[in-house]
């Protein structure tokens, strides 16, 4: 019997009944046995998620295989049991709640197989508002590099590895991570590849969020967070030696995975949990902020990571209440150095802590108070800031810049009229939706910047737009062919302004619905 061309991996649990669509998914597949193994690991489901595997192993011979097993607690474990019942020259995982398009896996090995790839990376999107980071994306590469490019920002498994590199390098999924395991699995069989590639001209991978989430995941709690960073980022400083190799990749971390833990919606914990969170990634910041990580850091996530090593956790919070319900804070220039004077500024607080003389992105902090739809479907924010000698400005929903136009400056601040065309938000959009995060860039727009960014993210040179206690507009319904669409503007958990554009479908509607009668 001839050896597969690829194995794909899928951990199940409780994914009914999204688990149907990306089974159908696989069984649509263009390249079909016996190139093409799927190892489906039921985690203990209670669902009937088994069943269906079962039945989707009866129904097409030769393709599935399936292994049930008591709920181990998480993924780990289950792909680890499947990538031990893979037998593919390649070896792809796929979460139970997503989905392949249908000449995803014949594309990925075609390139392997081409350029001689240790892993293959293929365009991801987002459906159902899930945010997925597209810099990444940009165009087809041969060839790109762990630390020049954007790579160690998707680090994700959903990709193509060559089984002979796993088994080479004994990479597998540590088990004793109930979260983000695939983080040093990815990591260190990108940094052990010869080549790693990137395709970026079709949609290879739908990574859906679920309506009800209730993976483990989304269901997961800042202390779980906070035991998981620590672990990885340890992970990452015992594979990689310091220097500019590991700033790379914890500029990263730092940026996304660490800054998420000192979110606004650190002020809706218990005391506890704040002093154990600030305590937490205190540590973190004095162990692995280097100058060259800070330096990648945009200066807001900068200050609160200064905040956990060098001030109290209640320093900490009131520079993110001020955030949350204040607004942009002064500019204090003095002896040519800029500071940032939120509570604390010479309060006791280290100067250091609010240093934003070489912030790029400072300028560029604004505040959203007003949107609108005006006639011609036309998405218009009205922003300000203290700041009254502002340079250029360039706004964007990601890859789509918009019209900023100064409306008012004086002593007392600068105000900001930015406008975005329903018609350029759609049209850029693709069938499964996409949600953007807003910025803002002082001098010269940079789409690839503007890209990298994502709401959750501290990356330098481009500051999100918060809207504190601001109330969106109405969404806009619209139409491209005969396809409906929503175009909203939204706010994350922590006030930063997205636009979310997303089809029209029965099962959207249905669990709009069923959101609507929770509340009343």
């Given at each position: 019997m001839s050896r597969p061309d690829v194995s794909v991996v899928v951990p199940v649990y409780n994914t009914m009944p999204y688990l149907t669509r990306c089974l159908d998914s696989l069984v649509r597949q263009t390249i079909a046995p016996p190139r093409l193994q799927v190892v489906a690991v039921d985690d203990g489901s209670t669902d009937g998620s088994g069943r269906v595997l079962d039945r989707y192993a009866a129904r097409h011979p030769g393709l599935f295989t399936v292994i049930h097993q008591a709920n181990s607690g998480g993924p780990a474990n289950p792909c680890?049991?499947?990538?031990?019942?893979?037998?593919?020259?390649?070896?792809?995982?796929?979460?139970?709640?997503?989905?392949?398009?249908p000449e995803a896996l014949q594309r990925l090995v075609a390139a392997a197989d081409e350029w001689g790839s240790d892993v293959v990376l293929g365009k991801v999107v987002g459906v159902n508002s899930r945010h997925i980071y597209q810099d990444i994306f940009a165009a087809n590469q041969a060839e790109v590099d762990l630390f020049d490019?954007?790579?160690?920002?998707?680090?994700?498994?959903?990709?193509?590895?060559?089984?002979?590199?796993?088994?080479?390098?004994?990479?597998?999924?540590?088990?004793?991570?109930?979260?983000?395991?695939?983080?040093?699995?990815?990591?260190e069989a990108c940094y052990r590849a010869r080549r790693i590639s990137v395709l970026a001209d079709y949609e290879f991978y739908y990574a859906v969020r679920r309506f009800r989430a209730t993976n483990i995941t989304y269901l997961s709690r800042h202390l779980d967070r906070l035991r998981t960073?620590?672990?990885?980022?340890?992970?990452?400083?015992?594979?990689?030696?310091?220097?500019?190799?590991?700033?790379?990749?914890?500029?990263?971390?730092?940026?996304?995975?660490?800054?998420?833990?000192?979110?606004?919606d650190l002020l809706r914990l218990d005391r506890d949990t704040q002093q154990r969170?600030?305590?937490?990634?205190?540590?973190?910041?004095?162990?692995?902020?280097?100058?060259?990580?800070?330096?990648?850091?945009?200066?807001?996530?900068?200050?609160?990571?200064?905040?956990?090593?060098?001030?109290?956790?209640?320093?900490?919070?009131?520079?993110?209440?001020?955030?949350?319900?204040?607004g942009v804070p002064p500019t204090v220039v003095e002896n040519g150095r800029r500071y940032a004077a939120y509570p604390g500024f010479r309060a006791g607080v280290p100067d250091s802590c609010f240093d934003v003389t070489a912030a790029p992105d400072w300028p560029a902090k604004l505040d959203v108070t007003a949107v609108a739809w005006e006639t011609g479907a036309v998405?218009?924010?009205?922003?300000?800031?203290?700041a009254s000698d502002l340079p250029p400005l360039h706004v964007s929903a990601e890859e789509i810049p918009a019209d900023v136009a100064a409306v008012s400056s004086g002593p007392h601040g600068t105000t900001l009229r930015i406008r975005f065309r329903a018609a350029d938000l759609l049209a850029a959009t693709g069938r499964s939706g996409r949600r953007r995060a807003v910025s803002a860039q002082a001098g010269g727009f940079d789409p690839d910047l503007a890209q990298g960014l994502h709401h959750a993210t501290g990356a330098a040179g481009s500051a999100a737009l918060r809207a504190p206690n601001l109330r969106v507009t109405a969404p806009l319904p619209c139409r491209r062919g005969v396809r409906p669409y929503v175009i909203t503007p939204v706010l994350d958990d922590s006030g930063r302004l997205m636009i979310s554009v997303v089809p029209v479908t029965p099962r959207r509607v249905?669990?709009?619905?069923?959101?609507?009668?929770?509340?009343?």
């Open positions: 680890n049991r499947g990538l031990d019942a893979a037998t593919g020259r390649y070896v792809f995982f796929v979460g139970a709640d997503d989905q392949l398009g490019s954007p790579l160690p920002r998707s680090l994700a498994n959903t990709k193509l590895f060559r089984r002979e590199l796993l088994d080479r390098h004994r990479i597998r999924y540590r088990e004793d991570l109930r979260l983000a395991s695939d983080l040093p699995f990815t990591l960073v620590e672990a990885t980022t340890a992970y990452v400083a015992e594979l990689i030696g310091p220097g500019r190799q590991r700033d790379a990749v914890m500029a990263r971390r730092f940026d996304h995975e660490i800054a998420k833990l000192v979110e606004d969170v600030h305590d937490g990634v205190g540590r973190l910041v004095a162990a692995y902020l280097t100058d060259g990580v800070a330096a990648e850091l945009n200066a807001e996530t900068r200050i609160r990571l200064l905040l956990t090593r060098d001030a109290t956790v209640d320093d900490l919070l009131a520079v993110i209440r001020r955030d949350a319900h204040g998405l218009t924010l009205t922003a300000t800031t203290p249905a669990a709009q619905a069923r959101r609507l009668l929770r509340r009343h």
